[in-house]
């Protein structure tokens, strides 16, 4: 299999960070011409965004934790030649379940079906993880 493939899942979950980015960027605009935002508080105060801001930058803030071991990982598999069709199927479920994890956060927030997709990404990231040590300990 064609080891640049794991690129593709790496660089889909970079484009869900800079999809979160922009949607911060809009919520914002749309809070502060609604005059939802306590323009004095902003600069220190979270609480001083309304929840639907808080949802987003709650989100973007997740974006730099459990990925940045995807990312680690993608490049460790392409580097040693482990991608193969597993790990690339587990490295798009990877994403998918991510991608779904941003928009259940970012809109109804109910928390167990976001949780659903945090434990459900976990176990895959654990399981791609799994992948690197195998192909590692086969060098």
């Known amino acids: ?8 899942p790496l660089l889909a979950q ?4 800079l999809l979160m980015y922009g949607r911060l960027a809009m919520v914002k605009k ?5 005059g939802n935002v306590d323009k004095v508080k902003t600069a220190l105060h979270e609480s001083a965004w309304p929840e639907s801001v808080i949802k987003v930058n709650n989100n973007l803030r997740n974006q730099f934790e459990t990925p940045i071991l995807f990312y680690i990982l993608c490049v460790l598999l392409w580097a040693l030649h482990g991608v193969d069709t597993a790990t690339m199927a587990i490295a798009c479920l990877y994403v998918v379940a991510r991608f779904a ?3 259940i956060h970012t809109t109804s927030n109910i928390v167990k079906y976001r949780f659903l997709m945090f434990i459900t990404s976990m176990l895959l990231l654990t399981t791609l993880f799994g992948f690197a040590v195998k192909t590692l300990a086969a060098l």
Do not use: G
Not at 1 to 8: A, P
Not at 14 to 17: Q, S
Not at 30 to 34: I, T
């Open 30 to 34: 749309r809070e502060f011409a609604a």
């Open 14 to 17: 970079m484009f869900l960070t």
């Open 101 to 103: 994890h941003a928009a």
């Open 1 to 8: 299999m064609d080891q640049h493939l794991i690129l593709w």
